[in-house]
C-alpha cells in the first residue's frame, strides 16, 4: 500500500466550467461522505482500504453550468490522491470483488461485450476506408484501457493496438493479455509509434480531473481524418440527491467526476475541434428483429452518450 493512502486526502476544486469556462454555476447537489446515503452507496465500490475513515466529513458539491449545461464536480480528488484511488484504492483485489458484486462473468456477458466491439470494428472499417483508404493497417489507441479487452479484440481483427492506463493493477492486467499497454500520453508519445488512426475513450472521460487538456492532447496525437469514439454514463434527468444506487453511481463524487449528457457530451468534443457524425448501424446477430430495430436508427436516430467524431 502506498504511505499516501493513509495521509490526510486533499481536494481541489475546479471553480470554472471545464467547457466554456463560465464562472455562473448552479448546485445540483450538496453533500458529505459522511452522509449516511453516500456511505452506503459507496460501500458498493468495495474500496482496499477504509475509505470512509480518510474521507472524514468532506464535502462535495456536483453543479450545473448556467452557460452551457454541463454538469461536474467543483470539489474533487487532488490529481495525487486521484492516482491513490486508482493504484491503492481500487487495486486488483477491488476489480475481483467489484466483478464478484456483479455477479459472475456469465457466457451471455461475455458474448454481449465482444459483439459490441465487433460492431465498433465493422464501423471504424467502413469510417476509414472512406477516409484513409492508403492506409495499408490502422493503428488504434485505447484510452483508459482498462483491461485491455477490446485492444486485444481489435488487434485480432487486424487493427495495431495500444492501450493508456493509469491504473496500475489494470494496466498489469492488459500486459497479460498481449497488448502494449502505455502508463501515459508521454510515454505513449515518446515511443512513437507512427500516425495513429483511431482514438476510443469507453466509460473514461467521466474520470479525468482535466478532461479538456487530455482530450486536447489525444486530438493532437490523431492523425486529421482519424476517429475518436467516445463513451460515458448518460447522466439526463439527474437534477438533485441521486435517490437511486444507479444514479448515484451515474454522478459518483470520487470516480465520476464529470457529468455529461448527450447534448453536453457533443458540445465537450467539438469543443475540442471534433465534427461528430452518425454512429453507422452495424449488424453482427442472426435475428431479423436485431437487425431492423437497428436499421430503425437510421431514421429515428438516438439520444445517446456513445458518440463517433472525426478530426477534419
Ligand atoms: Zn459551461
Redesign the pocket.
Same mark, same amino acid.
Given at each position: 500500500m502506498n504511505e499516501r493512502s493513509t495521509g490526510t486526502v486533499e481536494f481541489r476544486d475546479r471553480d470554472t @466550467?471545464?467547457? @466554456? +469556462?463560465?464562472s +455562473? !454555476?448552479t448546485p445540483v447537489w450538496t453533500a458529505r461522505f459522511s452522509d449516511d446515503d453516500v456511505q452506503r452507496n459507496l460501500g458498493h465500490g468495495g474500496y482496499s482500504v477504509g475509505v470512509a475513515e480518510l474521507l472524514g466529513d468532506n464535502e462535495f458539491q456536483l453543479v450545473r @453550468? #448556467?452557460? @452551457? #449545461? !454541463?454538469m461536474f464536480h467543483r470539489r474533487v480528488l487532488s490529481p495525487e490522491w486521484l492516482d491513490v484511488l486508482y493504484s491503492d484504492w481500487i487495486d486488483r483485489n477491488q476489480i475481483e470483488h467489484f466483478h464478484a458484486g456483479v455477479g459472475p462473468r456469465t457466457h451471455m456477458h461475455d458474448f454481449e461485450q465482444g459483439r459490441q466491439c465487433v460492431k465498433h470494428a465493422l464501423r471504424f472499417d467502413t469510417i476509414l476506408r472512406a477516409r484513409l483508404p492508403s492506409v495499408e493497417r490502422y493503428n488504434l489507441l485505447d484510452f483508459g484501457c482498462g483491461d485491455g479487452e477490446f485492444a486485444a479484440l481489435l488487434g485480432q481483427l487486424g487493427f495495431r493496438s495500444y492501450g493508456i492506463d493509469v491504473g496500475a493493477a489494470r494496466a498489469e492486467r492488459s500486459g497479460e493479455r498481449g497488448v502494449t499497454i502505455f502508463r501515459s500520453l508521454g510515454e505513449f508519445r515518446q515511443a512513437d509509434i507512427g500516425e495513429l488512426h483511431v482514438i476510443t475513450l469507453f466509460q473514461n472521460l467521466e474520470h479525468l480531473d482535466d478532461p479538456r487538456r487530455v482530450l486536447d492532447d489525444l486530438v493532437d496525437c490523431l492523425t486529421p481524418g482519424g476517429l475518436v469514439v467516445v463513451e460515458v454514463p448518460d447522466c439526463s434527468g439527474i437534477t438533485g440527491r441521486p435517490g437511486t444506487l444507479l444514479d448515484f453511481h451515474k454522478v459518483h463524487p470520487l470516480e465520476h467526476i464529470n457529468n455529461f449528457t448527450p447534448g453536453t457530451l457533443t458540445a465537450f468534443c467539438e469543443g475540442s475541434g471534433l465534427t461528430r457524425i452518425t454512429r453507422i448501424p452495424a449488424h453482427v446477430t442472426t435475428s431479423i428483429r436485431d437487425l431492423v430495430r437497428t436499421e430503425a436508427t437510421r431514421v429515428v436516430k438516438p439520444q445517446v452518450t456513445n458518440q463517433y467524431f472525426l478530426k477534419s
Open positions: @466550467c471545464l467547457n @466554456c +469556462s463560465s +455562473s !454555476l @453550468c #448556467d452557460t @452551457c #449545461d !454541463l
